[in-house]
C-alpha cells in the first residue's frame, strides 16, 4: 500500500544533541510538509518542499532545518535541541496541484521527541 | 484572532447520541475546507472534505456557510469508537493548511 513511513516512531535525545528525525514516501506525491504537534494544540506547519523548492514558514526556529534529498525522502534535522522541542513531529505529503485531491494532506504516522 | 477557532471541549455524549461541532475560519479567500480525525497519540486522518452545499458521508454530515466564515460537523447515532479529538482544517493557499485546535469527542456507554 502506499503510505508515508516516519523513523523512528519514539526519539529520545540529550538537550543540545542533534537530532535527525526521516520521512519516506511511497505516493509520489511532491509536495511534502513537517509540523510540530504539542499536547492538546494544533499541527503546526515548519516548512513544506514543492519539489526541492524549500519553504519556510516565518515563525520557524532557525534551530529547525530540513533537506529532500529526491521525491521519497524528507528529513527534519534539530540542531540544538532544547526541552520546548520535545513534541510529535509529523511528516505529511500532498499531490500535485491540478488534481481534484491537490490540497488534501496524507500523514505519517509521527516520531514523538523526548528531549532530556 | 487565530487563523481557524474551535471549542476543544471535551465533548462527553452518550452513545447514540447526535453531536455537532462547530469552527470558524477568518481567512474570507480560503477556498477548502476539511475536517479530519485524529486518535488519541496517533496522526491526522482525512474524515472529509466539505462543500459548499453541504455533504453526507453515512452518519457524518458536513456543512460550510462562506458568508459567516462558519463550518459545521454533525455526528448521527455516536458510536464508541467515534471518540477522538475533531480538527477543523482550512487551505491558506498555495497547498497549505492551516489546523484549529481541535475538538476532543468521548463517546460513553
Known amino acids: 500500500d502506499a503510505m508515508v513511513i516516519q523513523n523512528p516512531r519514539y526519539q529520545v535525545t540529550q538537550f543540545g544533541k542533534p537530532v535527525t528525525l526521516s520521512c519516506s514516501q511511497t505516493l509520489n506525491h511532491n509536495v511534502m510538509y513537517w509540523y510540530q504537534q504539542k499536547s492538546s494544540q494544533a499541527p503546526k506547519l515548519l516548512f513544506h518542499?514543492?519539489?526541492?523548492?524549500?519553504?519556510n514558514e516565518a515563525d520557524t526556529p532557525d534551530n529547525f532545518q530540513s533537506r529532500r534529498p529526491n521525491t521519497s525522502f524528507c528529513f527534519l534535522d534539530i540542531r540544538s535541541p532544547g526541552l520546548g522541542d520535545a513534541a510529535m513531529y509529523l511528516c505529511?505529503?500532498?499531490?500535485?496541484?491540478?488534481?481534484?485531491?491537490?490540497?488534501?494532506?496524507?500523514f505519517g504516522p509521527g516520531t514523538r521527541l523526548t528531549v532530556l | 484572532r487565530k487563523e481557524v477557532e474551535q471549542d476543544p471541549g471535551p465533548f462527553n455524549v452518550p452513545e447514540g447520541a447526535t453531536v455537532a461541532f462547530n469552527c470558524t475560519y477568518s481567512n474570507s479567500a480560503s477556498q477548502s475546507f476539511f475536517w479530519y480525525r485524529q486518535d488519541c497519540r496517533k496522526e491526522p486522518k482525512l474524515l472529509m472534505s466539505?462543500?459548499?452545499s453541504g455533504n453526507e458521508d453515512g452518519r457524518f454530515t458536513a456543512q460550510l456557510n462562506r458568508a459567516s466564515q462558519y463550518i459545521s460537523l454533525l455526528i448521527r447515532d455516536s458510536k464508541l469508537s467515534d471518540s477522538a479529538t475533531y480538527l477543523c482544517?482550512?487551505?491558506?493557499?498555495?497547498?497549505?493548511?492551516?489546523f484549529g485546535q481541535g475538538t476532543r469527542l468521548t463517546i460513553n456507554p
Open positions: 482544517v482550512v487551505n491558506k493557499g498555495a497547498q497549505k493548511l492551516v
Open positions: 466539505v462543500y459548499s
Open positions: 518542499y514543492y519539489d526541492k523548492d524549500f519553504n
Open positions: 505529511a505529503t500532498s499531490p500535485p496541484a491540478g488534481l481534484a485531491t491537490y490540497n488534501e494532506q496524507f
